[in-house]
């Protein structure tokens, strides 16, 4: 298992941005953001192949949310666009070798969790 730190999370108004960052302590095969809003199960956002920044975007998110991999820095980066109320949660980043990137089961290490607020 690897240590992940979170970092970027916030508040912000409906069509804003917000960039997260997750920090691995050490090597990584897929990075990955979940997130779990109350009262509901955690939810597979997107993921990246740490070994050639090949990107999973979530049908949710897709055309707003982007992923990326600084391999020289350990560090995976989840780019926020056009934010609605709906995408209001705790987003967690995560770090395994996953059969399906949006499976939470398949991965073996996790962050604290980082609020993102979206207000309208």
């Known amino acids: 298992q690897v240590r992940l730190v979170e970092s970027g999370g916030g508040s912000v108004q409906a069509g804003g941005s917000l960039r997260l960052s997750c920090a691995a302590s050490?090597?990584?095969?897929?990075m990955a953001w979940f997130r779990q809003a109350p009262g509901k199960t955690r939810e597979g956002v997107a993921a990246v192949y740490t070994a050639d920044g090949s990107p999973f975007i979530g049908d949710p998110v897709r055309g707003r949310f982007t992923i990326s991999h600084d391999n020289s820095k350990r560090t995976a980066y989840h780019q926020m666009n056009n934010l609605k109320p709906e995408d209001t949660a705790v987003y967690y980043c995560a770090e395994g070798y996953p059969s399906r990137w949006m499976d939470a089961y398949e991965y073996n290490s996790w962050g604290q969790g980082t609020q993102v607020t979206v207000s309208s």
């Open positions: 050490g090597d990584t095969s897929h």
